[in-house]
């Protein structure tokens, strides 16, 4: 795997890891400013992506609306289906908390900025990994923090599970229909300052 692939992880990895410890640290008191500072999060993300890596918006907020669409069709049958539901939000769509919707948006077309252009295999099945483990792992601080409970024997493991499966789905989506190879650098020239 290119350096700059391991890097992509590292970092990832990395800050996911320092968020986990933070929030689990103010547990069980975090509440509602975990929703809040994973937003700021991904929007920090998204600028830093568009203004510093030089990567455009177009065609990366189309998979952030796939992912929008994606995710609220899931939560709504795990809502219908007794899995899962969450509480503390300002309102829901469905099941579907508006922050939780305002997240995905943000996060996946970050993620979409972030992607390399060509697909790593190596890269693909790591990434699909870390987002796994990483929102299994959001989702057991969200019940410990009383913003998420599950039912009908749904559990992290299953959580893993979903999540891996989604970003397998993303990568798909994003690599196959909306970007199609299509390079998403911006060259040095036309780089914002």
Not at 73 to 100: D, Q
Request: proline fraction near 3%; glycine fraction near 10%; hydrophobic fraction near 50%.
């Amino acid at each position: 795997m290119e350096k700059f692939l391991r890097e992509k992880l590292l970092g990832k990895f990395m800050a996911f890891s320092l968020i986990g410890i933070f929030f689990y640290s103010v547990t069980p008191n975090a509440g509602y400013s975990m929703y809040i500072t994973l937003i700021a999060t991904a929007l920090v993300w998204l600028f830093y992506e568009w203004n510093f890596n030089g990567r455009p918006l177009n065609p990366a907020w189309k998979l952030g609306v796939f992912l929008v669409v994606f995710d609220w069709i899931i939560e709504n049958a795990g809502g219908l289906l007794g899995l899962w539901y969450t509480k503390h939000s300002l309102f829901t769509i469905g099941y579907v908390p508006i922050e939780i919707i305002a997240l995905t948006f943000i996060g996946g077309t970050a993620w979409a900025m972030h992607l390399p252009d060509r697909i790593n295999r190596n890269f693909l099945y790591l990434e699909c990994l870390l987002f796994g483990f990483f929102g299994a792992f959001g989702e057991y601080l969200f019940q410990l923090n009383g913003l998420m409970v599950y039912g009908n024997s749904w559990t992290s493991t299953h959580a893993f599970f979903g999540y891996t499966i989604a970003w397998f789905i993303l990568f798909g989506v994003w690599y196959t229909i909306i970007n199609k190879g299509k390079k998403t650098i911006v060259p040095a020239k036309r780089r914002r300052r």
